[in-house]
């Protein structure tokens, strides 16, 4: 089928949306993993049909499936996640070395270039590569063992490993984002990882700009200009154009420059898209309106997007992996909310519909555009 | 034959009903009942024990015999009704409170 896919995960379940072209109209399928906390669900990029999804409970544990048939079945694979050497420790909230702990998968990242390689970012932070498809996984441990991660801590929400940014064309060449430690780059296929986080400020560090430390929600990348990258940060939103070398600030007219979530558009790579947050302390969009902001030039100058989305009473939050792009010639894009609603826009975020508006409150949105 | 009931979520991740049956060579424990259920159903590994340490998931209780057994020694042989299959050895996710 041409179309769309939107797999969405929630705190009671998956969600598979599926809609033509048009994206108009939609089909709901039931709950997958009903009951399970669903963190990240994603699609290969080179094999429509095989999804990955990352379920777990306190009850049960972590659990990791995989389906073969565009989300029709699914099948459990490989949930064991061992650290590869000593673990050491971390700091703790109190600033006690804390020893490293495996709590949950916080993101799959199938591979660009090879249809059984998958990524997988964990709390406590790490990241762990499967080249069978998922059936094991072995940890890429120089990420975790980097000479800083003493001193790295968690935030309120936990210390886990939410993005990976996999260069296009080189598979060596990832980055990924850590809460509350920052950007990582290794350009030796994880042998080795150098921080990235020169130019950020975090007045909430001792340091401002500190080596490590920086609470980075969420970072983008354009495939066609792989060394600019976008950051929403707690407070802040960044650019860099030299391969995370260097970060300025792109915050400009923003209502708040706090949020979650930022996107690029799937065709031009200088839009980008952020949902601003009232605070830290408020984890809900500025007096009750919720707007997606769009640039059409990288940052500084932005406009709000309101047609569709609810300019009165609202008070969702919008999670870091909770927004994707379609690659339909009018690119679609996508956001869930903490209240249950996934929202989309089939023109670029001129004007937005509701998908669904009664799911759990959605932990993470991907879409696959089908051929 | 042992007579296991286990938790909604384990039955469809296992794919089994309620209550499943397994067989323990030698002498009854919740040890051995559980080794022998995750051999005979691999996926509920770390499901019901940590995979390293074989401790009890924080938020499972075991019970049998209306007795609460979470606690007891894993080693130690269940009650005589359990090991006979004339009782069910239970699972169950504790309650999640609010």
Known sequence: MSGVRVLVGTRKGGFILTSDQKRQKWEVSEPQFAGWEVWHMKASPLNPDRLFAAPSTGWFGQQVHRSDDGGKTWEPIGNEFKYASETGTHLWYDGTPHPWEFARVWHLEPSLTEPDTVYAGIEDAAIYKSTDAGQSWAEMAALRTHPTSTKWMPGAGGMGVHTIVQHPEDPKRIFVAISSAGVFKTEDGGESWQPMNKGLKSPQLPEPEAEVGHCVHRIAMHPSRPDTLFMQKHWDVMRSDDAGATWTEVSGNLPSDFGFPIDVHAHEPETIYVVPILSDSYHYPPDGKLRVYRSRTGGNDWEPLTKGLPQKDCYVNILRDAMAVDRLDSCGIYFGTTGGQVYASADSGDSWSPIVHDLPAVLSVEVQTLA | ?98
């Open chain 2, 1 to 98: 034959m042992i007579r296991v009931v286990l938790p909604q979520h384990l039955q469809t991740l296992a794919k089994c009903d309620r209550e499943v049956q397994v067989t323990v060579a030698g002498v009854v424990t919740q040890r051995s009942v559980l080794d022998a259920l995750e051999a005979l159903y691999p996926v509920l590994r770390g499901t019901i024990r940590d995979r390293d340490t074989g401790e009890r998931r924080k938020l499972l209780r075991f019970y049998g015999c209306q007795e609460d057994l979470s606690n007891e020694d894993p080693d130690t042989p269940l009650p005589e009704p359990i090991a006979m299959g004339r009782e069910p050895y239970l699972i169950i996710g504790a309650m999640a409170g609010g």
